[in-house]
């Protein structure tokens, strides 16, 4: 019903920046709360962060300070900007959708973010 295509992720240096960014489209009923996972090799799958749909947000512990995330509605866009970059964010991201607050039901393809020391 819901189909979410990610852009943006690719190799950056340490202490660079990249935002990347998730369009949603297909059978879109309301604006969800929306956000991002990510998985490094070998390790279990985190939540990055969310955001609903008037701007409440949340982040891991570990990227607060550095990621942003926001939306634009009008585009059913979300995005996260990925500031002072470090090695051990180097993962696949997954954008995704929650039926409810933490209960994801959607989700995108992945999109790979390396960060380089």
């Known amino acids: 019903q819901v189909q979410l295509v990610e852009s943006g992720g690719g190799l950056v240096q340490a202490g660079g920046s990249l935002r990347l960014s998730c369009a949603a489209s297909?059978?879109?009923?309301?604006?969800?709360?929306m956000g991002w996972y990510r998985q490094a090799p070998g390790k279990q799958r985190e939540l990055v962060a969310r955001?609903?749909?008037?701007?409440?947000?949340n982040y891991a512990d570990s990227v607060k300070g550095r990621f942003t995330i926001s939306r634009d509605n009008a585009k059913n866009t979300v995005y996260l900007q990925m500031n002072t970059l470090k090695p051990e964010d180097t993962a696949v991201y997954y954008c995704?959708?929650?039926?409810?607050?933490?209960?994801?039901?959607?989700w995108g393809q992945g999109i790979q973010v390396t960060v380089s020391s």
């Open positions: 297909g059978r879109i009923r309301g604006f969800n709360v």
């Open positions: 955001i609903s749909s008037v701007g409440t947000t």
């Open positions: 995704h959708r929650e039926a409810s607050w933490g209960n994801p039901d959607y």
